[in-house]
């Protein structure tokens, strides 16, 4: 197994290889995602929704960098684009949405065992929120990879002129 500072985003061509098989991992991972979340599973939904962000982020950053940025986390891809992206409307997602997105997604995988000082809550009332979580998430999810494909096309197509 690669270590994480040794890893590189395969980057697609929009017939090769590497696109057939980022669209098909895509759509199974959406599948997955919706099957979760109706399942209760909202942990594993989480997850995957936090991979697919950070796969379309990684993607945007790299483009706008003119570098590779893969494999980062969450809080180092929302950073790199509050300050470099030119686009004030994924800026908006990335650093509003998604920053509390982000500690919500924190408070579900690292937290859901950890008991503070005082804290009483039960099982059902620290598992209660991870439905909204999950289903918060998925929606950011479709909206920053409705914006990413946007300013792709135009990207493309003002490239094409």
Same mark, same amino acid.
């Given at each position: 197994?690669?270590?994480? @500072? @040794?890893?590189? !985003?395969?980057?697609?061509?929009? $017939?090769? !290889?590497?696109?057939?098989?980022?669209?098909?991992?895509? =759509? /199974?991972?959406?599948?997955?995602?919706? &099957?979760?979340? $109706? %399942?209760?599973?909202?942990?594993?939904?989480?997850?995957?929704? &936090?991979?697919?962000?950070?796969?379309?982020?990684? @993607?945007?950053?790299?483009?706008?960098?003119? @570098?590779?940025?893969?494999?980062?986390?969450?809080?180092?891809?929302?950073?790199?684009? /509050?300050?470099?992206? #030119?686009?004030? /409307?994924?800026?908006? +997602?990335?650093?509003?949405? +998604?920053?509390?997105?982000?500690?919500? =997604?924190?408070?579900? +995988?690292?937290?859901?065992?950890?008991?503070?000082?005082?804290?009483? !809550?039960?099982?059902?009332?620290?598992?209660? #929120?991870? =439905?909204?979580?999950?289903?918060?998430?998925?929606? +950011?999810?479709? %909206?920053?990879?409705?914006?990413?494909?946007?300013? =792709? !096309?135009? %990207?493309?197509? /003002?490239?094409?002129?």
């Amino acid at each position: 197994m690669q270590t994480t @500072s @040794s890893r590189t !985003r395969a980057m697609a061509q929009p $017939t090769s !290889r590497v696109a057939s098989q980022r669209q098909a991992i895509y =759509r /199974e991972a959406f599948a997955h995602i919706n &099957e979760a979340i $109706t %399942a209760g599973f909202y942990l594993e939904a989480i997850t995957l929704v &936090e991979s697919l962000i950070s796969d379309r982020l990684e @993607s945007r950053t790299s483009y706008i960098s003119g @570098s590779d940025f893969s494999f980062k986390t969450l809080e180092k891809l929302i950073q790199k684009l /509050e300050k470099d992206d #030119p686009d004030a /409307e994924l800026r908006s +997602l990335v650093t509003e949405r +998604l920053r509390v997105w982000k500690d919500l =997604r924190n408070t579900a +995988l690292h937290e859901l065992a950890k008991i503070a000082d005082g804290d009483t !809550r039960s099982w059902a009332d620290r598992t209660a #929120p991870l =439905r909204r979580t999950a289903t918060a998430g998925l929606a +950011l999810l479709r %909206a920053i990879d409705k914006r990413v494909k946007s300013l =792709r !096309r135009h %990207a493309l197509s /003002e490239s094409l002129r």
